[in-house]
């Protein structure tokens, strides 16, 4: 059994995904990012980021103790090698599929991270940042777009290089973007969010408490901006 520990957001998604698709079986840890539930000192021992998702496989290949394991790649490549699939074997198709996930993990994720942070949280009139993040989130588009002209999946074949990016381009058009021009995108998201392990992950994660996460303008209480953004989530990730 391996628990998801977790919130009703794309980078989570994308774990349910990778659980749906290999049939490991598992259970939700939920929390609720506003609230702060996971900056408690328990979550910190699974991640010492204090960031969602994390996993911890109590049946890992090596009999040991449970094992935690946190980073949305770090975990889609972990439950790669566990189940021997969705990543290619081959040097080539393997390399392949860690470029395009290190693409997601250190490009696509963060740099919409940032334009969903101006346009949806910061104060209002901070043009500046939503310019910079907004036309940088949309250069990415066109560069897998580019990509998946020439190839059906990022990696040639389905694997976790398309599961770590999917959930982004749902979410589109809360940060003003689409697929207008984007045909090739616009059929690989059709393709996957057509796959039952899709829709499956979907229903048993995006619950309720996803529509606190989706509003295009988030008008956050103090408490909450201090767990997500302010002192309180600084003071628990401080050593003491
Ligand atoms: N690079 C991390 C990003 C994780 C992340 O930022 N998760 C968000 C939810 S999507 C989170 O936990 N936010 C809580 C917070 O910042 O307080 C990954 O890919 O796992």
């Not at 393997?94 to 997601?104: E, G, H, I, K």
């Not at 059906?152 to 973007?177: H, T």
Request: proline letters at 6%; hydrophobic letters at 45%.
């Amino acid at each position: 059994m391996i628990d998801l520990h977790c919130v009703a957001t794309g980078n989570n998604l994308k774990i349910a995904i990778m659980l749906e698709e290999t049939g490991l079986p598992y259970r939700l840890v939920r929390y609720e990012m506003f609230a702060g539930t996971h900056l408690e000192p328990a979550f910190r021992r699974i991640n010492p980021n204090c960031k969602l998702p994390a996993i911890v496989d109590h049946a890992p290949v090596d009999h040991g103790p449970p094992f935690s394991v946190f980073e949305s790649g770090a975990i889609l490549t972990y439950l790669a090698e566990k189940s021997g699939r969705f990543m290619p074997a081959d040097l080539r198709g393997r390399s392949l599929c860690q470029q395009w996930l290190a693409w997601q993990i250190a490009g696509l994720g963060p740099m919409h991270g940032q334009a969903h942070h101006f346009v949806r949280y910061a104060p209002e009139g901070q043009t500046y940042g939503i310019e910079r993040y907004r036309r940088e989130a949309e250069r990415l588009l066109h560069v897998m777009e580019y990509r998946l002209a020439e190839a059906p999946y990022l990696a040639g074949v389905y694997g976790i290089a398309d599961i770590a990016c999917f959930p982004w381009i749902g979410g589109l058009g809360l940060i003003g973007l689409g697929l207008d021009d984007l045909p090739a995108v616009s059929d690989w998201h059709d393709r996957i969010a057509a796959r039952p392990a899709v829709a499956a992950a979907r229903a048993a994660l995006m619950d309720e408490n996803r529509s606190l996460y989706t509003r295009v303008r988030a008008e956050l209480t103090p408490e909450q901006w201090s767990a997500m953004f302010g002192d309180r989530m600084h003071a628990a990730s401080r050593i003491r």
